[in-house]
């Protein structure tokens, strides 16, 4: 907050090790920084907006009578609620009043009514205003004459910015003239004509314009304010009807201009800057100079006229023939937006943001630029979501931006971006996705950059939607090499997802099933053991992982007969611990585990439960568990039943103890598929299995598995187990261990209330 109120104020740089330069530096700082207090307070406030508010009998909000806000704040709430896409005519409500002291009033691409703007917005003693592309709803003269109803505002608006926004066919004359007050005006992409450009240039303190891609054709009016005008910006000025000479004679008299931006489409190949450059008595004072898209502009050409104007700061040269030479990066103090090195498409990333023909431009060199990149590079990503998001409708921003994504976080360039920014990347390369779903090199992009384990894991996105596009990915019979990419990133998105994530994924579930289970097949016919073998039985391990739907398809979908098959062809035990961790998965179905219960199954079971390999014998030992604690599916064969009890109990017994040195055999999501084993007394093999279990994970991960017994009820069944007479001394003996780990954990972490401490 105060940091906030006091922005000169600067909080304590931390400089990371890899970071490449200053602006890097800055932007990992940045992104890798908590938000502000002031900003979780306002997205607290605008999320809980409806609970508390009171509503006006028209329905619109009202905020609490004692409350009361600052201008600062007042601004900044304004902001991010337009940022969010919250303020509507039911919203904007709250600005009604004198509750909100609004001074920087910010309702970029708002869908308000005439009626909502004026009461909320225009009653207060406003400075600036950006209306940039509010919806069709409020126009340009709307705007002007609500602000003009202020005699506040018509004397002391300094900026308003209404870049496309629209008016009407039919609209009168705009009357601009009455805010005197105005110093800058920007009507980027508004039916703006000629009479109004005149109305405008009699504004007495005007003194930056913009009038870039309006329907302006003579620009001879802005002779009224030459000397007061500083900034003239007149990008794409498709109409202009005027001469060449006649339009530099303008120019030529705007003697106070600092700023002139007469940059241009590349295709429409303009040569007005080429004959500019070319004249030695015009701009003697200018500090910025954009002539991007300008058709022959030579290098020679634009370094005599900074020559010639030692003052110039900036010049523009994206999609021209210049910016190549020496010069342009020795001149001390000049910047320049072009595509000649990553300086200056940086530079062009950042000054065309909102010009969609730049950014695209600019993109495309740095894809050339970044492709073979050994650093990381988090400003210059940065920029590409800043173009991503202001242009979300761009196909060819869209496509090159994802291509550049992938350029700066392939292989280790990932580990060094801030989470927040990759976060971010990531969740607009999914929004293409749904803009363009059937443009398939996009598609691509954005399954390359799932493949990156940085982000896969550490990213926060939304892997619903991640899930649902890969899955429908793999079922389209792309190459092997793209197929193999799917399947991986499925295996590990299908763990990232709760089981009721999962079931509302039922159709892209059974569809990646049965591709699934086709590859598997196919692998196994040709007695194939490649990663793409390995990555398919993990997905389809994970995908059935408390899943009863699934499991039910895999069934269905003769998938028992074609594990059995990889259990009869490979004998590596990476192949055979994932068909096990399935099979685990099938038996802890009560209504599906029958199913296993046949002589191939079992057969090869108890054979594998005496691998040497411990992850094998382990998931082995789980299956035979679950299937002989149902009595039922063994009423014509108790024998062998017995005899299985018997071995998984010599088995265990030889395993090393549950908390020796060795990583964590498995993960689990939830404990509640041993529950029913540790009830189990009278059959002590099948509860002993369970507590090994238990007691291996939890060894291997207090944090996570102590958390798990608390909260699934486990603790009470292992008290149950001290606590019953008959219980087998060496399961006894493990649930003491569990406990008294349990303990030691919570006293020396968590505290955990007394309460819901177990004692003996």
């Not at 041993?674 to 007394?681: A, I, T």
């Amino acid at each position: 907050m105060v940091h906030f109120l006091h922005p000169g104020l600067s909080s304590r740089t931390i400089i990371p090790p890899d970071a490449p330069d200053a602006l890097g530096c800055c932007v990992v700082q940045e992104e890798a920084s908590p938000y502000s207090l002031v900003n979780l307070c306002l997205n607290i406030l605008i999320a809980n907006l409806e609970k508390l508010c009171s509503k006006r009998p028209d329905g619109t909000l009202c905020l609490p009578e004692h409350w009361s806000f600052p201008q600062e704040v007042a601004d900044r709430f304004l902001g991010v609620m337009t940022w969010e896409g919250k303020l509507t005519d039911r919203t904007s409500s709250i600005f009604q009043g004198n509750q909100m002291k609004l001074k920087l009033a910010n309702i970029q691409k708002a869908k308000l009514s005439t009626a909502a703007f004026i009461k909320a917005f225009c009653h207060h003693k406003l400075v600036e205003l950006d209306a940039t592309a509010v919806q069709a709803d409020l126009t340009v003269p709307d705007i002007v004459s609500g602000l003009c109803s202020n005699n506040w505002i018509r004397q002391n608006l300094r900026c308003l910015l209404l870049d496309s926004t629209s008016i009407p066919g039919d609209s009168r004359k705009l009357f601009f003239s009455q805010l005197t007050g105005l110093r800058i005006l920007s009507v980027f992409n508004v039916c703006f004509h000629n009479e109004d450009l005149a109305n405008v240039s009699r504004l007495p303190r005007l003194e930056s314009l913009d009038i870039s891609n309006t329907l302006v054709t003579n620009i001879s009016a802005l002779l009224t304010c030459k000397d007061q005008l500083k900034s003239l910006t007149m990008h794409y000025l498709k109409c202009l009807t005027m001469t060449k000479p006649q339009v530099l004679a303008v120019i030529r008299e705007l003697k106070y201009l600092l700023h002139l931006d007469i940059s241009d489409h590349r295709q429409l190949k303009s040569d007005l800057a080429f004959h500019l450059l070319q004249q030695k008595d015009i701009l003697p004072n200018v500090v910025s100079l954009d002539i991007s898209g300008g058709s022959c502009i030579t290098d020679g050409a634009v370094e005599l006229f900074i020559q010639q104007r030692p003052a110039v700061q900036f010049v523009g040269l994206l999609a021209t023939d210049a910016g190549y030479s020496d010069f342009f990066t020795t001149k001390q103090g000049l910047r320049v937006a072009g595509g000649a090195n990553m300086n200056q498409i940086s530079e062009a990333l950042s000054r065309y943001r909102n010009r969609s023909c730049f950014v695209k431009e600019a993109l495309y060199r740095l894809f050339t630029e970044t492709f073979s990149i050994q650093i990381t590079m988090p400003a210059i990503l940065k920029l590409v979501a800043i173009g991503m998001r202001n242009h979300p409708l761009d196909l060819p921003v869209q496509f090159t931006a994802s291509a550049c994504t992938l350029n700066l976080t392939r292989q280790g360039l990932a580990s060094g971006m801030p989470v927040r920014l990759l976060s971010e990347v990531t969740c607009l390369l999914f929004k293409a996705l749904k803009n363009f779903p059937h443009y398939q090199q996009l598609q691509k992009n954005c399954l390359l950059s799932l493949t990156n384990s940085r982000i896969l894991v550490d990213v926060p996105f939304d892997r619903f939607d991640a899930a649902k596009f890969v899955m429908r990915w793999l079922c389209k019979h792309e190459n092997p090499k793209m197929q193999t990419m799917a399947v991986s990133i499925t295996s590990i998105l299908a763990l990232q997802l709760s089981p009721e994530q999962t079931a509302q994924l039922k159709e892209e579930l059974f569809m990646a099933v049965k591709e699934l289970l086709a590859i598997v097949k196919q692998k196994t016919t040709e007695n194939l053991d490649d990663v793409t073998l390995l990555f398919t039985l993990k997905a389809l391990w994970n995908l059935t992982d408390e899943s009863p739907a699934v499991c039910k398809h895999f069934i269905e979908n003769e998938g028992l007969t074609i594990f059995i098959q990889v259990l009869e062809t490979f004998s590596e035990s990476a192949i055979q611990s994932k068909v096990l961790g399935l099979l685990n998965n099938v038996a802890e179905v009560k209504e599906l585990s029958s199913n296993l219960v046949t002589e191939d199954v079992v057969k090869h079971i108890s054979s594998l439960l005496h691998s040497k390999e411990l992850e094998v014998s382990y998931l082995a030992a789980g299956i035979i568990a679950h299937l002989a604690s149902n009595k039922q599916h063994w009423i014509s064969c108790d024998l062998q039943r017995s005899a299985l009890l018997q071995d998984l109990h010599a088995t265990v017994q030889n395993w090393p103890s549950s908390s020796c040195k060795m990583t964590a055999l498995v993960t689990y999501r939830s404990f509640k598929a041993f529950f029913p084993l540790l009830g189990n007394f009278s059959q002590p093999e099948v509860q002993l299995w369970a507590l090994w279990a238990m007691y291996h994970v939890c060894s291997k991960n207090p944090s996570k598995y102590c958390k798990l017994l608390v909260e699934e009820g486990g603790l009470q069944l292992l008290c149950d187990i001290q606590e019953h007479s008959g219980a087998d001394p060496q399961a006894l003996q493990i649930a003491t261990s569990i406990l008294d780990d349990f303990r030691m954990h919570f006293m020396n972490y968590q505290k955990l209330p007394l309460c819901q401490m177990p004692f003996t």
